[in-house]
């Protein structure tokens, strides 16, 4: 089992030493594409569900290996969206670090209790009708169902490295609340002994409780049978690419078992970061929305309290775990917040991110320092040379880079004929031509945006990458 050395402890520490590097500092105008379509799958209710991300990359980089993030947004499994603003806002500021963002939505939903009733005193502004689950078999499958299309989502971004100038081998996750959940179980479960038996077929869901359905948490066509959720991998885009990552973010999400950081072949960097006040997902060790259930409503008679959630590992108590494992525990950060305070949390937001700027720049700090180990360098990505030709007194020039409509391919003090050719990521021949003298001017404006690789033959083959954006 690979492992890596434990350099972070629990607490808000200063990474100052890597604060220069790249990807860490905002300096690039970002673009978007909205609504892109990544695979379809069935629903925990039998229905087709049309999977969509959001993608944000910066723009003016000039780098032609991005590295990429595939974010994942929270909602207890049955709501929330890539619409929510703190998945929009860390998008937009990745993008502007020079990162490729895919903000995804993945397959909502939970068999509902049948036994629900909405107490005199409770509204829908203090409690979500939609969570009441039928039993706690439907959170495991509920994540397993996010875990494969998470999947899904990293080999296809991987897939469309070309068309974003992005780096496969760099690939990273990050989630909040049962977002962070889902990352963790996309990252660290590789093997099929992993799946929960909650995850093969299991008796069916019982009716729900009609008092749901007048809050919308039924939908029209709704089988409560539970069939087998299959492989680990899931379906989505399976084919060119794995779904290794090399990091996690989890913003106050958990595990819902420690046992999965002991069964994986990769061993990526894990940010931690949590509150001590947060009542839903419980920061040590305890059921999700157990501190609601029975610390607020409880206490009060004020809502049902949440029956059936399981218990869960929160990031203390993650955290917690890796100091266990010593030297063999993975490289990681833990932005804990000492704030808990027995029945005195129920009017907090403690469910939320503390200062979202300094906590997305603790995990970008962690995140760069992985991939500059990696050798992925800004500076040079875009340029690999073959072996050196005397006949060239100076390298070859490729400008701009990247390119839009124009390119200018400059071998100085050149007076021959040199023939090139530009092929795609995937080496397939896109034209060829020759440099006459010093500077040729080439039309790339019918090309799509992607990773282009230019070839310059001579006695001996000179080799430039350069993107089109």
């Known amino acids: 089992m690979k492992k890596m050395l434990l350099l972070f402890v629990s607490g808000a520490i200063s990474l100052a030493a890597t604060a220069q590097l790249p990807y860490t ?30 993608i944000y990359k910066p723009i003016g980089d000039d780098n032609c290996l ?67 689950i039928c ?3 439907e959170i495991y499958r509920a994540n397993f169902r996010g875990m494969q299309d998470a999947k899904g989502a990293i080999r296809f971004m991987k897939d469309r490295f070309a068309i974003d100038s992005s780096d496969i081998n760099n690939v990273f996750l990050a989630g ?25 077929a299991i008796s069916d869901a019982p009716t729900p ?6 809050h919308g948490c039924i939908p029209a066509s709704n089988s409560l049978t539970r069939p087998d959720l299959g492989s680990i991998d899931g379906t989505l885009n399976t084919g060119l690419h794995d779904a290794t990552v090399k990091g ?7 595990a819902l078992n420690l046992q999965l950081f002991q069964q994986t072949n990769d061993t990526p960097v894990v940010y931690l970061f949590h509150q001590g006040s947060d009542i839903v997902v419980n920061y040590g060790y305890g059921n999700l929305l157990g501190r609601t259930s029975w610390e607020c409503y409880a206490q009060t008679n004020l809502c049902q309290s949440y029956y059936f959630y399981p218990l869960a590992h929160g990031s203390k108590s993650i955290d917690q775990y890796f100091q266990s494992l010593g030297g063999s525990a993975p490289t990681y950060q833990a932005d804990i917040i000492e704030n808990y305070s027995y029945l005195n949390n129920c009017l907090s ?6 200062n979202l700027t300094l906590r997305l720049q603790n995990m970008t700090n962690l995140f760069a320092s992985t991939i500059d180990l990696s050798g992925n360098d800004p500076a040079t990505n875009c340029i690999t040379n073959g072996l050196n030709d005397t006949h060239f007194n100076t390298p070859i020039s490729l400008f701009p880079n990247p390119a839009n409509d124009q390119l200018t391919l400059q071998v100085v003090g050149n007076t021959t004929q040199l023939p090139f050719t530009i092929t795609d990521a995937f080496g397939k021949t896109i034209f060829s031509s020759e440099l006459h003298g010093e500077n040729t001017l080439i039309d ?3 090309l799509s945006k992607g990773l282009y690789l230019l070839q310059l033959n001579d006695r001996k083959t000179q080799l430039v990458r350069w993107v089109k954006y």
């Open 135 to 137: 039993d706690s078999s």
């Open 209 to 214: 409780s009609s008092n749901l359905a007048i």
């Open 176 to 200: 909040e609340s049962a977002g962070g959940f889902v990352a963790f179980a996309a990252a660290y479960t590789d093997q099929a002994s992993e799946k929960s038996a909650d995850c093969f």
């Open 444 to 446: 790339v404006s019918h």
């Open 349 to 354: 937001n403690g469910h939320s991110i503390d």
């Open 25 to 54: 500092t905002t300096q690039f105008q970002y673009d978007s594409l909205l609504n892109v379509s990544y695979g379809s799958a069935i629903d925990y209710a039998g229905n087709s569900q049309d999977l969509l991300m959001d």
């Open 66 to 132: 991005r590295p990429v993030i595939v974010l994942i947004h929270g909602g207890a499994w049955v709501s929330g969206s890539k619409e929510d603003p703190n998945m929009v806002i860390m998008s937009r500021e990745l993008a502007k670090k020079g990162w490729v963002v895919a903000n995804i939505n993945y397959r909502l939903g939970t068999h509902k209790a049948s036994n629900y009733n909405m107490y005199a005193f409770c509204t829908t502004s203090i409690s979500a009708p939609c969570a009441y």
């Open 248 to 254: 996690i973010g989890n913003f106050y999400g958990g």
